[in-house]
């Protein structure tokens, strides 16, 4: 025998379904009432030290911004997602961003594959992605990408050039991880050590998860090798180096920013000392009040010194929310091209400027103490 349901439970139930709406509601406001970033960065595994301070350039930039009230009025909230530099968790993670309520309004993204297999997803939405990466594929067919990085072509224009006029190098070997920013750079160390007059005897792929190149560097480094450059991240480089100089060799070795991490560091010890190496022009101590003001938020935060790929994110965050601020709406196609427009633009590391949706940075070569 069925029960009727009684006048009671009746007004019972459509009670809860209002609360619940409104509740839905509130919730639909409060998001409403910020701009979200997506966050695609790896927090664990071999690159877990490059989302750090990524995660933390961003995290200073937004607060910032917060504390002059927010970008077009509203509070800028951060959703972070740990990528495990790895392009079908990447995947995953931006498909189920862009079927929240509350979609991203600029994502930003680090390592080259990762990138590369989310933008699909991003050009679909017409959102902006900013990127540190150095692969040339990142520009290409898109019209939302912004990179923040030194470029593949630019590091082999610049270490070319270094080889050739500074180290007087005529045979190189190279030896590049085997993922999308390794593959882009050889290509690049190819091309321009060729038009240099640099021969370069050996190009080898590595497995950044290998940790272990004694046969590798036997059968490639030779009497010829006059000097090599290593592409790559983390531990995996940092062994790399690290194998090279116990296999004997004592000649000449160049590198890129990459080099500075302390997972490379520590990993690599006495063996990268001395390694010339192209790095963005930023300087922990500078009087330049622009500097000065982030280094001291900085160390106000975190409790120590920022780090190169820190200040880039810094940098590029703080010039997308100018950009931003100028146009007055998060209208993207024209907030490329007020970020396109920025050829002074008054960063950490000087003056900035942005050409074909790719910031450029002043670089300079250092030497590993």
């Known amino acids: 025998m069925k029960h009727k349901p009684n006048f009671l439970s009746v007004v019972a139930m459509l009670f809860a379904i209002l609360i619940f709406a409104g509740c839905g509601n509130d919730q639909t406001k409060k998001q409403e009432g910020t701009i979200k970033i997506g966050v695609v960065v790896p927090l664990s595994g071999n690159a877990a030290t490059l989302g750090d301070y990524t995660l933390k350039g961003l995290q200073i930039a937004v607060d910032e911004q917060n504390a002059k009230g927010g970008l077009l009025g509203k509070q800028i909230v951060l959703e972070i997602q740990d990528s495990k530099a790895d392009p079908k968790e990447g995947v995953s993670i931006i498909k189920n961003m862009f079927s929240e309520i509350q979609k991203p309004s600029i994502v930003y993204s680090i390592m080259s594959s990762v990138t590369l297999a989310i933008k699909p997803e991003t050009e679909a939405n017409k959102t902006i992605l900013m990127s540190a990466v150095g692969t040339d594929k990142f520009l290409q067919n898109s019209s939302y990408t912004i990179r923040n990085f030194v470029a593949a072509t630019t590091i082999g224009q610049e270490l070319s050039a270094y080889l050739k006029?500074?180290?007087?190098?005529?045979?190189?070997?190279?030896?590049?991880?085997?993922?999308?920013?390794?593959?882009?750079?050889?290509?690049?160390?190819?091309?321009?050590?060729?038009?240099?007059?640099?021969?370069?005897?050996?190009?080898?792929?590595?497995?950044?998860?290998?940790?272990?190149?004694?046969?590798?560097?036997?059968?490639?480094?030779?009497?010829?090798?006059?000097?090599?450059?290593?592409?790559?991240?983390?531990?995996?480089?940092?062994?790399?180096?690290?194998?090279?100089?116990?296999?004997?060799?004592?000649?000449?070795?160049?590198?890129?920013?990459?080099?500075?991490?302390?997972?490379?560091?520590?990993?690599?010890?006495?063996?990268?000392?001395?390694?010339?190496?192209?790095?963005?022009?930023?300087?922990?101590?500078?009087t330049d009040p622009t500097t000065k003001t982030f280094v001291n938020a900085f160390k106000s935060k975190f409790n120590r010194d920022p780090q190169n790929f820190t200040t880039i994110t810094y940098d590029g965050a703080k010039m997308l929310f100018d950009a931003i601020t100028k146009v007055g709406s998060l209208h993207n196609d024209k907030v490329i091209a007020e970020l396109n427009s920025m050829k002074d633009y008054n960063g950490v590391f000087g003056k900035n400027a942005v050409n074909n949706r790719n910031i450029k940075f002043t670089f300079v070569f250092k030497k590993v103490k």
């Open 165 to 286: 006029d500074s180290m007087q190098v005529h045979h190189l070997t190279v030896f590049y991880s085997n993922n999308e920013f390794g593959i882009s750079v050889k290509d690049a160390m190819l091309k321009y050590c060729h038009e240099k007059g640099i021969n370069v005897g050996n190009a080898e792929t590595y497995e950044e998860t290998s940790l272990d190149y004694k046969s590798l560097i036997a059968a490639k480094v030779n009497k010829m090798t006059e000097c090599i450059y290593v592409a790559g991240v983390g531990k995996g480089l940092g062994t790399m180096l690290k194998q090279i100089r116990e296999s004997g060799y004592t000649g000449k070795i160049i590198s890129d920013p990459l080099i500075t991490f302390p997972d490379v560091v520590n990993t690599a010890g006495d063996a990268i000392k001395g390694i010339p190496y192209l790095d963005f022009a930023f300087d922990v101590n500078s």
